[in-house]
């Protein structure tokens, strides 16, 4: 009797009832969205970053993470990512000679960081070629040809074949000047790193790098980086560990770039603070409805005291209504949000109109949503303690009064 | 046998800064069967001795037996689980459950008391026969008269099966075909069950009909007539 009395209570005054529900419902279905919308924006920075910058595991020399000095390299690169690149749970592999330099045109000069690559292996591993959005791919036709970003293009008044200049240290130390010719202009969607980076062959870079030196040094084995993409990142660890060795710097995405795992770690908090949030702001909401529904049948509770229904029984009466109003709007409010994120997490939510604020931080402009499946039992049990403790003070009243007074309220 | 013994009842509101003495020291006995009104004018106490007979407040002062038993050393719990088995109560303004059918508030305190539900169903049925509702039994006391709510009232009282009935100015808000309706049902009850009826009135037409008549004036005992 108790369970059905709180029931038919609830849906005394369907208009309040179904207001309050209505804000539950969009509580949760705006938990779900604001989880959807952040979580899908934190995965396609680290996706974005895994692709096009970081990958999963890269392999320097020890010291040249700190200083990027480039006589630093690494031993036979290209016959240990041969190795590396046999393994089943690695997808791709890519050598990489590093340098940092000048680049200047007839309009501009700008700080740079040069990434020598082996187009092939960038393709996989990067996929760079997909990034270009005017121009070729290294035709591979002629030497010095550099790829640059579309926004560097704009800021060093130049297009498609116009001659750019790199000033580099070499191996020796010394300063290198080369001529390069833009063959191709890309776009990563990632402003600061299409800013600061250009490509370069590797082979092109190499030679530049031992100009000044003596000839015991074979361009073709210097080598900087070895980045490597797998089929699933659970195996990152044991990888990592495996192809380990005491001259070589092994670190994972998370080691490189310590702002992704900053960002996955909020993943795991992103629904609890904005569900935390919204579910603080309904308490009250819920505490006003159940102590106005307490206040304004006093004397109904007095009488109900009176003939003998305990302060237990009374408790619990006050106590259901409220979980059985998060009941009802619990599911309504996760219908829509499931059905939003549906749409929006296979559509996406195009946000172009501020795609060169998104592109700062690295973003892209189309957020898919994407809501962890834990969430979606999580949100239940956020509503039921909700109500429960939004009940309890309504609930502590009722029992509180004094059948005798109360019976005699008006 | 006394039903219901008080001895020196003293019942003071607002002891520490403007007492108002609204009992002093009432004794009264009022034995099984009977069917007593307590009359007397407003703030006369009628209703303030109502409530500590049927353990809804505590007296300041006195002791007051139910069944032999002292209901003022009863803790609050303990009082309202006595009221559950003891005392059917009959308010003035109804005070049915809106949310429950009629047959639903006849059930309700012999669910609190965990009957069974054969004995539930044929409680309610014998009782809203008796008030005379068996036709009512699904509507909601939104659907009732006045004199409807009160009968639903009256047999939600007498369904626990209580030792006696209170019933605090039962007629205040009928017309007087409800109120004869209402006082006919309760004498019948009264003769064939030997129900014990104890009322608080103003209304003429109750103290007529009623077997004894105990007056209050400020407090006090001041009349106590049998008409046997």
Not at chain 1, 303 to 320: A, D, E, P, S
Request: contains cysteine; charged residues 25%; hydrophobic residues 45%.
């Amino acid at each position: 009797m108790i369970p059905i009395l709180a029931w038919r209570n609830l849906w005394r005054n369907p208009t309040r009832t179904l207001v309050l529900i209505g804000a539950i419902a969009l509580g949760v279905w705006a938990g779900l969205f604001m989880t959807g919308f952040a979580t899908g924006m934190i995965k396609s920075y680290i996706s974005n970053a895994i692709d096009q910058i970081v990958s999963h595991i890269q392999i320097h020399h020890p010291n040249f993470s700190e200083d990027h000095d480039v006589k630093f390299m690494l031993d036979q690169p290209d016959q240990h990512a041969a190795e590396i690149a046999e393994k089943e749970e690695v997808k791709a592999v890519a050598v990489r000679t590093l340098a940092s330099g000048m680049i200047s045109s007839a309009k501009g000069a700008r700080g740079i960081r040069v990434k020598g690559i082996n187009p092939a292996q960038e393709s996989a591993v990067t996929g760079l070629d997909q990034r270009i959005v005017e121009g070729d791919y290294f035709a591979g036709k002629r030497k010095n040809e550099i790829l640059i970003s579309r926004a560097l293009a704009k800021k060093l008044k130049v297009k498609i074949r116009s001659k750019l200049v790199l000033n580099m240290q070499d191996l020796e130390g010394e300063i290198t000047p080369a001529a390069f010719r833009v063959v191709g202009i890309f776009h990563t969607g990632n402003k600061p790193f299409d800013e600061g980076h250009v490509f370069v062959q590797r082979k092109d870079l190499n030679r530049l790098l031992t100009l000044t030196s003596a000839e015991t040094v074979d361009p073709s084995m210097i080598g900087h980086e070895i980045a490597m993409l797998l089929h699933d990142t659970k195996n990152i660890p044991a990888l990592q560990s495996a192809i380990s060795k005491p001259d070589w710097e092994v670190e994972n995405y998370k080691e490189i770039s310590p702002d992704l795992e900053l960002y996955e770690s909020q993943m795991e908090f992103v629904s609890t603070i904005y569900l935390s949030i919204i579910m603080l702001a309904l308490t009250f909401g819920i505490i006003n409805t159940m102590l106005m529904a307490v206040l304004e049948r006093i004397r109904e509770l007095g009488m109900l005291m009176g003939i003998g229904m305990n302060k237990l029984k009374v408790f619990l009466m006050i106590m259901l209504e409220a979980v059985f109003l998060g009941a009802v709007a619990a599911p309504i409010g996760l219908t829509l949000g499931v059905v939003t994120i549906y749409f929006l997490g296979s559509s996406g939510l195009d946000l172009s109109m501020y795609s060169d604020s998104l592109e700062m931080y690295g973003m892209s402009p189309i957020v898919y949503f994407d809501v962890p499946a834990k969430v979606y039992w999580q949100i239940p049990v956020f509503v039921a303690c909700t109500a429960i403790l939004a009940a309890l003070y309504p609930a502590y009243k009722a029992i509180k009064l004094k059948p005798v007074e109360a019976i005699r309220k008006i | 046998m006394d039903v219901i013994k008080t001895q020196g009842v003293t019942k003071v509101y607002n002891p520490e800064k403007i007492p108002v003495h609204a009992l002093n020291g009432v004794d009264i006995n009022i034995e099984e069967g009977e069917f007593t009104a307590i009359v007397g004018p407003s703030g006369s106490g009628k209703t303030t001795l109502l409530n500590i007979i049927g353990g809804l407040d505590r007296p300041s002062d006195g002791e007051v037996f139910v069944g032999g038993q002292d209901i003022s050393q009863l803790s609050d719990n303990q009082l309202i689980d006595f009221r559950k088995e003891y005392i059917g109560f009959v308010f003035q303004a109804y005070n049915l459950i809106p949310v429950l059918t009629a047959k639903e508030n006849v059930e309700f305190v012999m669910l609190l008391q965990k009957r069974s539900k054969e004995e539930r169903d044929q409680r309610v049925q014998e009782l809203m026969d008796s008030v005379g509702l068996s036709d009512k039994m699904d509507s909601r006391p939104a659907q009732l008269s006045g004199g409807q709510q009160q009968r639903v009232a009256v047999a939600r009282a007498l369904a626990p099966k209580p030792t006696f009935i209170l019933a605090d100015e039962p007629t205040a808000n009928l017309d007087s075909k409800s109120t004869e309706n209402l006082l006919d049902i309760m004498a019948r009850l009264n003769k064939e069950e030997n129900m014990t009826f104890v009322f608080s009135t103003h209304d003429q037409r109750v103290i007529d009909r009623a077997r004894r008549v105990v007056t209050l004036v400020d407090g006090k005992i001041s009349q106590d007539e049998r008409r046997d």
